[in-house]
């Protein structure tokens, strides 16, 4: 674990300009703002909020799948003792920052539950409960204070993992302790089962409970391998950017670019194959109750969503990062984690807004204020927390080691 760190430290910029705390709260103004522009529309919509409700579910869900992929990585390094990734983890750290706020942004939509408004999950409807036998049979899971309660326990979960990792890498700064490296690695064991569990339940809850008839086993799955391709996206794009700064040019090389866009590419394969064993064991069952969740999604303008998602989602990244040149040129896999990220929300989009049955692809002004809206506050949560601290665990035990990493 000790090695002499081939760069020096001292050297580098590693913390952000003292006008990052500006920028953060420039951008927590716009965010707000934004998000008051979408609540205006929403409102003059005169649909009892439902084109809103939906809209803000899909940036509550893509905004929050980005933490939580960040909380997994945090949680794998450590219960794999990895070496190369100690110079990328504390951007890795700094995502998991914002789910205090993203707990405060779901409040709308429990709000909304508790005010009687049935517009996103009809099974808080008692007229529809009791004319479905299926739904009255799912009565005690899909209950408002039930799932109110669970939603709870989610973030307290996630919050707490979030805050033990960060405040003992944080605190490892100061001592250098590599007792506190331990402790993390005892933990992250438990963490990511405690992970998997509510990652798993939250999107059955929030997005599976949408179409509340259907149901899939491997739903959670689906989603986690969503969020890990958004996270990573997101980190890959988060380390240009610091570099581009003058922030940590020596301390992230072309090596942790290459291992992050060889997990990149894992996680785009390993979500088409969730999502290709999801769709093909409903054809092959072609039970109704089942088979109606992908009929919406291949008929209409969605017919159309679900080919681009398939080429755009799977295929095309598949061919173009397959080469191992790609993952070494920052330009290169900079445009396809760009790519992968906006993907990665028509992915979320795809999952919710077919259960408006709108005419056509429901898409327009509010969605953009509310992209913008949690766009803004996300990036100055991730600033704020960013500009307290080191971009780089400074004196963790396997920094030399990730400082010297070579792919082979």
């Known amino acids: 674990m000790d090695q002499s760190n ?34 205006g529309l929403g409102r003059a919509q005169g649909d009892d909020w439902r ?42 750290e700094v995502f998991l920052g914002n789910l205090a706020l993203l707990a405060v942004l779901f409040l709308p939509i429990l709000l909304a539950m508790a005010l009687g408004n049935h517009s996103l999950y009809r099974w808080t409807d008692p007229r529809q409960v009791a004319a479905s036998e299926l739904l009255r049979h799912k009565a005690g899971w899909l209950s408002v204070w039930f799932f109110a309660l669970r939603a709870v326990l989610y973030f307290v979960a996630w919050t707490l993992l979030a805050r033990f990792f960060f405040r003992r890498s944080l605190q490892q700064d100061r001592s250098g302790e590599p007792r506190l490296t331990i402790q993390m690695e005892r933990a992250s064991g438990p963490a990511l089962l405690i992970f998997a569990g509510t990652v798993t339940f939250a999107a059955f809850d929030w ?55 060889k997990l990149l590419f894992g996680f785009v394969v390993w979500w088409g194959y969730i999502a290709f064993s999801q769709y093909m064991l409903i054809w092959y069952g072609n039970i109704p109750e089942e088979t109606a969740y992908y009929l919406k999604r291949q008929s209409g303008p969605w017919a159309a969503v679900s080919l681009v998602l398939l080429f755009g989602h799977l295929l095309i990244p598949f061919v173009g990062m397959l080469s191992r040149e790609v993952k070494r040129r920052r330009l290169l896999l900079g445009f396809w984690a760009a790519w992968l990220l906006a993907f990665h929300w028509l992915d979320i989009y795809w999952l919710v807004m077919p259960n408006l049955d709108a005419q056509g692809l429901p898409l327009g002004p509010i969605d953009l204020c509310l992209l913008v809206g949690f766009g803004g506050l996300y990036l100055a949560g991730v600033l704020a927390v960013a500009g307290r601290s080191p971009l780089v665990p400074l004196k963790d035990p396997r920094l030399g080691e990730s400082l010297a990493f070579e792919n082979a």
């Open 51 to 92: 084109y809103f409700l939906h809209a803000y579910l899909v940036e509550f869900a893509f905004f929050l799948s980005i933490s939580l992929g960040a909380l997994f990585f945090v949680a794998l390094h450590h219960v794999s003792r990895a070496g190369w990734s100690v110079a990328v983890r504390r951007l890795a």
């Open 207 to 261: 997005l599976m409970s949408l179409e509340p008839t259907w149901s899939s086993t491997i739903f959670g799955v689906y989603y986690f391998s969503g969020a890990a391709v958004g996270f990573l996206a997101a980190l890959i794009l988060a380390a240009l950017l610091v570099q581009a700064g003058g922030r940590l040019t020596d301390t992230i090389t072309t090596e942790h670019y290459h291992d992050l866009g």
């Open 6 to 39: 081939p760069v020096d430290l001292s050297r580098q910029r590693t913390t952000l300009p003292p006008t990052a705390s500006g920028m953060a709260k420039v951008l927590a103004a716009v965010g707000l703002a934004a998000l008051a522009a979408g609540f």
